[in-house]
């Protein structure tokens, strides 16, 4: 997953603080010439000048960021509020501020990189300049409090001060409609019935029905959680309330459930109204159980399951939640009443990524050889987020090739670019090394063009590209979701191919083909453990692993000593016939090796139809 929420940056190596300030201590008996000098005190600081307010210098947050990278800052105190004070390395102290609720991962990194001493402020203001400001008010207040007056009403008063709630929510009525997403009919279809409800609570009111009040939609992120939800609001155009989950998770106890109960207050002025919570489970995490409690999550939860089972089921407000991560809710959150209606979004198939593509080519020029058909096929585990990143991304690529449509050959280098990241276009390999990564890729590409249940080769490279020094690819004919024993076995084979072929050319393996070992092992134990594809162990199946959050923990085997045994032996077994077939299947088409091999080296990339040429002439 690409991002974990929470605090990182606030939360690293802080305690949560209290409250803002503690109520000033009780006045203990002092005597009147004592409280008398204290007023005295307080008038002569109200007009000295604040020390610590002296002469800082004002940075802003991009120079802050630079003078931290060229390592001039010795230290800094971060506040909660996004204040932050500091020294340079000069002693020139500084103010500045960073922006709480993007949490800048880069920020703490370079903080990291640079030694800089990073401290915590209990509240805004440096702890110092705090206590000076205050201290003439304390003392007066004090003073009322010995004489007798009561003025704990305008304690009150000054204790709300430090409280101040940024705005927290964005309020706008989306002109989105379904049409706008592409794919994800089914989804559609569950959502629609709160749109309906969104547009007659009166008759949902009438007829005594109560409509649905929460939908908490499911899926990996880029996949249009908030795309759907929006459309949702556009559809029964009604306003869209939206917030994420982790700007509840404040430092300050009570300040997040006092944000939820505003929240709903006022989409209950707007209704009938959405309101959209992304990232639900910066907020909405299991209660209690972990290391360390967060009271201020508690709260703010318990606040939220108040409101949703508060309000009137015909008030006409709908809570849309989005997550990646469900199974870390709070299972009180899922109860009827609540979030009880889910809608899965998966990663889009490929004929919603086709779907997805068509609808983000439009209004663009697109040549008369692109189909995106092809496209679709070869992007499986792209979000709607990435392919709308590659139709950009293609269109970059023709703008800077002086073409005016956009060609196939742009949308094959985005992505490219996207899964391999950024090819220098050089092959910056010694002449036997480029010869050996030919060799080896020549080898993959054969087995799987002469394996029966493989994948065909859709292109074949020895360019470096990312980690890899070549690579061969295979476009499944349609997304699978059963494989097949034959299928599996052959992918083995075509995993052994690279390193098969050196041994049959070179007589001895490299170093190379340590991934394709490493995932064909993986795949063979999978068969045994999992599939039940092994004799010996017979059709028996241990589901792999506990659950990942327990981690290293869960080292207890479902299985026997010699269970184990067993399964490394077929392991062993499928693996070697898997090399063997391979070894084989080169050794009598060596021929075809060496010619395959010469056209890579000659040309670098190819594709299948080239593979299956030189296996037709030889
Ligand atoms: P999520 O909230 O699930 O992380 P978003 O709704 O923010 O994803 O989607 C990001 C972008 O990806 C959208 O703005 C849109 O451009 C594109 N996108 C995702 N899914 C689709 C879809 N089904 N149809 C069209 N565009 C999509
Ligand atoms: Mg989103
Ligand atoms: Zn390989």
Same mark, same amino acid.
Do not use: C, F, N, W
């Given at each position: 997953m690409k991002r974990e929420t929470g605090g990182q940056l606030l939360d690293r190596g802080t305690t949560r603080p209290g409250p803002p300030q503690a109520p000033p201590p009780r006045p203990p008996r002092w005597r009147v010439w004592l409280l008398l000098a204290g007023v005295l005190v307080a008038m002569a600081l109200f007009f000295v000048p604040n020390p610590a307010a002296h002469h800082p210098e004002s %940075?802003?947050? @991009? #120079?802050?960021?630079?003078?931290? =990278?060229? =390592? #001039?800052v010795a230290s800094?105190? %971060?506040?909660q509020d996004g204040s932050v004070s500091g020294k340079l390395t000069n002693g020139t102290t500084f103010t500045s501020s960073y922006p709480v609720g993007l949490q800048d991962p880069q920020f703490t990194q370079l903080l990291d990189q640079h030694d800089v001493q990073v401290s915590t402020k209990p509240s805004g203001t440096p702890v110092w300049s705090l206590v000076l400001s205050f201290l003439p008010l304390l003392l007066i207040v004090a003073l009322f409090l010995w004489t007798g007056r009561t003025a704990r009403r305008q304690i009150g008063?000054?204790?709300g001060i430090g409280r101040s709630r940024g705005r927290l929510f964005d309020r706008e009525r989306p002109s989105t409609t379904f049409a706008d997403v592409a794919g994800y009919e089914g989804a559609k279809r569950e959502v629609s019935e709160v749109v309906d409800f969104l547009k007659h609570p009166d008759r949902y009111r009438r007829a005594g029905a109560v409509g649905p009040k929460g939908v908490l939609m499911v899926g990996p992120p880029g996949t249009g959680k908030t795309l759907l939800a929006r459309a949702v609001a556009g559809e029964a155009s009604v306003p869209f309330i939206s917030v994420t989950g982790s700007s509840f998770v404040e430092m300050f106890v009570g300040v997040g459930a006092a944000r939820v109960r505003d929240l709903f207050e006022e989409a209950r002025r707007q209704a009938p109204s959405i309101v959209f919570i992304d990232e639900i489970d910066a907020l909405g995490q299991r209660r209690g159980g972990q290391l360390f409690a967060n009271d201020e999550r508690d709260q703010t939860l318990n606040q939220m399951l108040a409101e949703m089972d508060g309000f009137d089921p015909a008030g006409g407000v709908v809570v849309i939640a989005a997550t990646n991560r469900p199974e870390v809710l709070d299972p009180a959150l899922l109860r009827p009443g609540r979030f009880d209606r889910q809608v899965a979004i998966p990663l889009p198939a490929q004929r919603e990524r086709e779907a997805i593509l068509v609808a983000h @080519? +439009? =209004?663009?020029? %697109?040549a008369s050889g692109v189909d995106l058909n092809v496209v679709a096929r070869g992007t499986p585990g792209f979000s709607g987020a990435d392919l709308a990143n590659l139709v950009n991304e293609a269109a970059i690529f023709a703008v800077r090739a002086g073409r005016d449509v956009i060609e196939a050959l742009d949308f094959a280098e985005a992505r490219d670019r996207i899964l391999l990241g950024r090819r220098d276009g050089t092959n910056a390999l010694l002449p036997e090394e480029k010869r050996a990564v030919a060799v080896h890729e020549a080898g993959h590409a054969l087995v799987a063009a002469l394996s029966p249940h493989a994948d065909p080769v859709a292109k074949v490279t020895i360019l470096p590209a990312g980690q890899a020094l070549g690579v061969t690819e295979q476009l499944p004919?349609?997304? +699978?979701?059963l494989y097949s024993e034959g299928y599996l076995k052959? @992918? %083995?084979a075509v995993r052994m191919g690279g390193r098969a072929a050196e041994r049959v050319v070179f007589g001895q393996v490299s170093s190379g083909a340590a991934n394709d070992l490493a995932g064909a092992t993986e795949l063979a134990t999978r068969m045994v453990r999992e599939f039940g594809m092994s004799a010996a162990l017979g059709p028996v199946g241990f589901t792999s692993g506990g659950p990942s959050y327990l981690g290293g923990l869960d080292t207890v085997r479902p299985y026997a000593e010699a269970t184990q045994r067993v399964i490394d032996e077929e392991v062993g077994r499928l693996l070697r016939e898997a090399d063997e077939r391979a070894v084989a299947t080169l050794t009598?088409? +060596?021929?075809?090796?060496? +010619?395959?091999?010469r056209v890579l080296l000659d040309r670098e990339t190819i594709d299948g139809t080239d593979v299956d040429e030189a296996i037709r002439q030889t």
């Open positions: %940075l802003t947050y @991009s #120079q802050l960021k630079t003078d931290i =990278g060229a =390592g #001039q800094v105190a %971060l506040g008063g000054l204790m @080519s +439009r =209004g663009k020029p %697109l004919v349609d997304e +699978r979701h052959d @992918s %083995l009598d088409r +060596r021929a075809t090796l060496d +010619r395959l091999t």
